[in-house]
């Protein structure tokens, strides 16, 4: 999570918050990635304790983060994160948005289907209003993706990425190269959603990140993290993502 954002939006059991405060927004961000006792959100926030002890009773009371103890010891609370982000505020991106609805309008003329375009301009509206949906839509792609990669056959890792690679073919997502023998990084070219944005300086294919995370969760039980690293939306001309165990 970038620090610059204003605001924040996540989803718990109770709904939708939207947080704006930079010192619980910090709190939030050390701990997407696991636990963190006390002592070290003080040491990596670099607040006060007193400060953070304020904030932290505040996000427990809005079922944000739950505090609990080790099961080998008791006296050892830590903390855990209790939401998912939806979406972060952004400066709105009008001018690339107007671009991507000049592509929508000519590719539909040129033959294409509508209904593949409908997607985009979703995902690329919310943004130019100044919401980035990069969440939420990698939540999906994970629901998704656990859902889908029941039906795959592959017991291993090189397997799984050679199934994806034929389902992007099939269902003309683009086509997806794995990259290397260990099957850590895979490059697409021709993405369905991005292959004709603009260099608008970010990575746009959160929904993706997720869809693959979600296959290698529910068939293999393998947690892993996918981050794209090169984009159209990047100014490159393919999509490139690395896998790495969580």
């Known amino acids: 999570m970038e620090m610059s954002r204003n605001t924040v939006i996540l989803s718990n059991d109770r709904g939708m918050v939207a947080l704006d405060s930079p010192v619980k927004l910090k709190i939030l961000e050390l701990l997407t990635n696991g636990y963190a006792s006390f002592d070290e959100l003080v040491e990596k926030s670099m607040k006060a304790k007193s400060t953070i002890s304020v904030h932290l009773h505040d996000l427990q009371e809005m079922n944000l983060i739950q505090e609990k103890t080790f099961p080998n010891d008791k006296r050892k609370k830590y903390f855990v994160l209790n939401a998912i982000y939806l979406a972060y505020s952004e400066p709105p991106l009008r001018r690339q948005y107007d671009t991507q609805m000049d592509n929508i309008a000519s590719s539909i003329i040129d033959g294409d289907s509508f209904k593949e375009k409908l997607f985009c301009s979703f995902r690329y509206g919310m943004e130019a209003y100044g ?116």
């Open 131 to 246: 919401i980035d949906p990069k969440p939420i839509l990698k939540k999906l792609g994970t629901d998704i993706g656990i859902r889908i990669g029941r039906e795959f056959e592959s017991k291993e890792c090189g397997g799984i990425l050679e199934e994806i690679s034929d389902f992007w073919k099939e269902h003309k997502l683009g086509d997806m190269t794995i990259n290397n023998g260990n099957g850590t990084e895979i490059s697409v070219v021709n993405c369905y959603h991005c292959g004709k944005m603009p260099n608008v300086g970010k990575t746009l294919c959160s929904m993706d990140e997720g869809f693959i995370e979600g296959v290698f969760l529910s068939k293999l039980n393998y947690a892993c993290r996918v981050s794209e690293v090169e984009c159209y939306g990047t100014g490159h001309k393919n999509c490139k993502f690395t896998i790495k165990e969580k």
